[in-house]
C-alpha cells in the first residue's frame, strides 16, 4: 500500500542522484515528504561524490514561476558548504518555509517551490520538486484557455 | 469578470511598472530617504523580501538623484541575469567620482564581490543596493508591503474602480503570496485574462 503524507499526498521513492562520469548527488528529504504548509520546516540530507573538487556546494530552497513571460525565481534560503571535498558523507539541511507564496497553477502563470543541490564548478546537479500550500495541494486559479496573444508581467 | 484581450488587462506588466513607490505609512518620503542615506555616509541598503517594493524605490531614487544632477549607474541582478566578471570589472571601473552606484540584487555578488563594491563606492558619491538581507551595509528603509497597499494598488490599477466580486479580495492575495505584491499583481492579471 502506497504510504500517504499527512494532506493524504502518496509519498513517493527519492529520484535516483545524479550521474555523470562518475559523479552523482542526491538530496533526501525526512520522511520523503513533497507537501508542507507555509511555516514547516523542511528537512533533510545532501550527499554526493563529485569528480572534479569542488569549491562550495550549496542546497537551496527556492520557488521560480513558469508560464508565458519572463520567469521569475527567489531563492529563499540556501545552506552552503565551503571546500566541502569531492565526498560529501552526509550532509544536513534544515530550511523553514515562509508564509509565502503558495504553490498555484492558473491558466497563465504557475509557482513551483522545490530545492537544489548546486556544486561550483558543475551547477544544479539535483533538484526536487515541492509543493507549498495550506491546503495540500496547489491552488489553481481558474480554467478557462488562455488568449494566443498574451503578453506577461 | 469578463475575459479582456492581454493588452487591456488591467494588471499588465506594463501598467504594473508604471505604478510610483509610495512611502508606507509614516515613513519618510524619497527626498527623507535620501539626507538619511547622506547621513548614513552614502552608502546603504534597501532591504526586505522578494516583491516588496525594494526595486521600485530604488528605480524611484536613482530617478530623484538624476533630477538632483547625480550621474547614476545602474546594475540590475537576478539569478538569471549574471553580469560575468569583465562586465562587473568594466562597471566598477566607469564610476567617477560624481557617480552614484544603484545596484538591486546585492545578495547574488560574491562576498568577494560585495567587498570590491563597497570599496569603490568609497570614491563614488554613494552607494544604494537593494537586498534581501543588508550584509556590511547599514539600512536605509525596511520594504514592507502591507495588505492596504496592496488594495490601493488594484484600486489605482483598476482606474479607481473596486475590483468585481469574483476577484480574490487584497487580504486573501497579501496572505496567498507571502506579500509578494508583484505575484499578487500576476495572480490578478490571470484570473483577468483568463476569465470568461
Known amino acids: 500500500m502506497t504510504e500517504r503524507d ?7 521513492p527519492d529520484p535516483p542522484g545524479f550521474g555523470a562520469g562518475g559523479s552523482w548527488a542526491r ?34 530552497l527556492y520557488w521560480r514561476t513558469g508560464g508565458k513571460g519572463d520567469q521569475d525565481v527567489d531563492v529563499v534560503a540556501e545552506e ?15 530550511f523553514e518555509l515562509p ?4 504553490s498555484f497553477s492558473g491558466t497563465l502563470i504557475t509557482l513551483y517551490w522545490g530545492v537544489e543541490l548546486v556544486a561550483e564548478p558543475g551547477g544544479a546537479l539535483f533538484h526536487l520538486d ?15 484557455e488562455p488568449d494566443s496573444d498574451v503578453e506577461i508581467p | 469578470m469578463s475575459a479582456v484581450r492581454p493588452r487591456d488587462n488591467p494588471f499588465s506588466a506594463q501598467r504594473i511598472d ?38 521600485t524605490l530604488l528605480e524611484a531614487l536613482g530617478r530623484r538623484l538624476e533630477e538632483r544632477g547625480a550621474s547614476v549607474h545602474r546594475l540590475r541582478l537576478t539569478p538569471h541575469r549574471m553580469p ?11 564610476v567617477e567620482s560624481d557617480g552614484f552606484l544603484v545596484l538591486d540584487g546585492y545578495d547574488h555578488l560574491s562576498r568577494w564581490w560585495r567587498h570590491r563594491l563597497r570599496r569603490t563606492s568609497r570614491r563614488a558619491a554613494g552607494l544604494l543596493v537593494a537586498a534581501h538581507r543588508p550584509g556590511r ?55 483577468c485574462g483568463a476569465a470568461g
Open chain 2, 137 to 191: 551595509l547599514p539600512v536605509l528603509l525596511e520594504a514592507r508591503s502591507t495588505p492596504d497597499l496592496l488594495a490601493e494598488l488594484v484600486k489605482e490599477l483598476l482606474d479607481g474602480s473596486d475590483p468585481p466580486l469574483s476577484l480574490p479580495s487584497a487580504d486573501e492575495l497579501f496572505e496567498r503570496h507571502g506579500g509578494n505584491l508583484r505575484l499578487a499583481l500576476r495572480e490578478m492579471y490571470d484570473r
Open chain 2, 84 to 94: 560575468s566578471q569583465r562586465e562587473l570589472r568594466g562597471f566598477l571601473r566607469r
Open chain 1, 80 to 94: 552552503r558548504w565551503e571546500a566541502p571535498g569531492r565526498d560529501s558523507g552526509d550532509r544536513p539541511f534544515r
Open chain 2, 18 to 55: 508604471r505604478l510610483p513607490w509610495r512611502p508606507p505609512p509614516g515613513q519618510p518620503g524619497l527626498d527623507a530617504l535620501l539626507e538619511r542615506l547622506e547621513a548614513l555616509g552614502g552608502a546603504a541598503a534597501v532591504v526586505g523580501a522578494k516583491g516588496h517594493g525594494k526595486t
Open chain 1, 130 to 144: 515541492l509543493t507549498v500550500s495550506p491546503t495540500g495541494g496547489e491552488i489553481r486559479l481558474g480554467s478557462a
Open chain 1, 27 to 60: 538530496l533526501e528529504i525526512a520522511g520523503g515528504r513533497r507537501v508542507f504548509a507555509p511555516g514547516d520546516e523542511v528537512e533533510g540530507r545532501a550527499s554526493w561524490h563529485l569528480e572534479e573538487e569542488p569549491e562550495w556546494v550549496e542546497v537551496r
Open chain 1, 6 to 12: 499527512r494532506f493524504g499526498n502518496p509519498i513517493l
Open chain 1, 99 to 102: 508564509a509565502g507564496p503558495y
